[in-house]
T-cell receptor
Framework: KAGVTQTPRYLIKTRGQQVTLSCSPISGHRSVSWYQQTPGQGLQFLFEYFSETQRNKGNFPGRFSGRQFSNSRSEMNVSTLELGDSALYLC?????????????FGPGTRLTVL | QKEVEQNSGPLSVPEGAIASLNCTYSDRGSQSFFWYRQYSGKSPELIMSIYSNGDKEDGRFTAQLNKASQYVSLLIRDSQPSDSATYLCAVNFNNNDMRFGAGTRLTVKP
């Protein structure tokens, strides 16, 4: 099975712009979670989608949004980019959501905001 | 508040020694616990999951869970230089609301 894929792998944007990142989960996985990773804050939970519905959300401003499509692919959008949004954005997929499930990470999208 | 805490390290051990990594979490009701390893510039990869109190062994790795103390640990026996990485503790607070600790950086010296 192919793993989790994320596109693009690298992005450079300027402040004020918006960006859309894409994540394709492992085939058959219906839950997709997004994380932001920075050296100072570590891995922080953004949100989780299951069957096109956002079920969980972390403590990020409304500039961060996401969605999931019927094929389980997910996108996240960041509007009005700030310098502090520079980070590695990781998505992870899991088969379903019982407590015993595990998440598999994609390679990440490295976003640089200038 | 959903919190997962780890000693950030760095933790340095000689090759062949046991490395001990610790993690505490805030929600007593949490049921699923995970250890991930992350090499520099790479994404996290799952090492072990644990759901019941006690020890779970997989090769050189042993995860230990104590729900009463809200404590999870990872022991790495016969540590190798290739084990040098950042180790992330993760707790599934509820329905894939997964939170990670800040990670412990481990260095295994030859």
């Amino acid at each position: 099975k192919a793993g989790v894929t994320q596109t693009p792998r690298y992005l450079i944007k300027t402040r004020g712009q918006q960006v859309t990142l894409s994540c394709s989960p492992i085939s058959g996985h219906r839950s997709v979670s997004w994380y932001q990773q920075t050296p100072g804050q570590g891995l922080q939970f953004l949100f989780e989608y299951f069957s096109e519905t956002q079920r969980n959300k972390g403590n990020f401003p409304g500039r961060f949004s996401g969605r999931q499509f019927s094929n389980s692919r997910s996108e996240m959008n960041v509007s009005t980019l700030e310098l502090g949004d520079s980070a590695l954005y990781l998505c992870a997929s899991s088969l379903e959501s019982p407590p015993t499930d595990t998440q598999y990470f994609g390679p990440g999208t490295r976003l640089t905001v200038l | 508040q959903k919190e997962v805490e780890q000693n950030s390290g760095p933790l340095s051990v000689p090759e062949g020694a046991i490395a001990s990594l610790n993690c505490t979490y805030s929600d007593r009701g949490s049921q699923s616990f995970f250890w991930y390893r992350q090499y520099s510039g790479k994404s996290p990869e799952l090492i072990m999951s644990i759901y019941s109190n006690g020890d779970k062994e997989d090769g050189r790795f042993t995860a230990q869970l104590n729900k009463a103390s809200q404590y999870v640990s990872l022991l790495i026996r016969d540590s190798q230089p290739s084990d040098s990485a950042t180790y992330l503790c993760a707790v599934n607070f509820n329905n894939n609301d997964m939170r990670f600790g800040a990670g412990t950086r481990l260095t295994v010296k030859p």
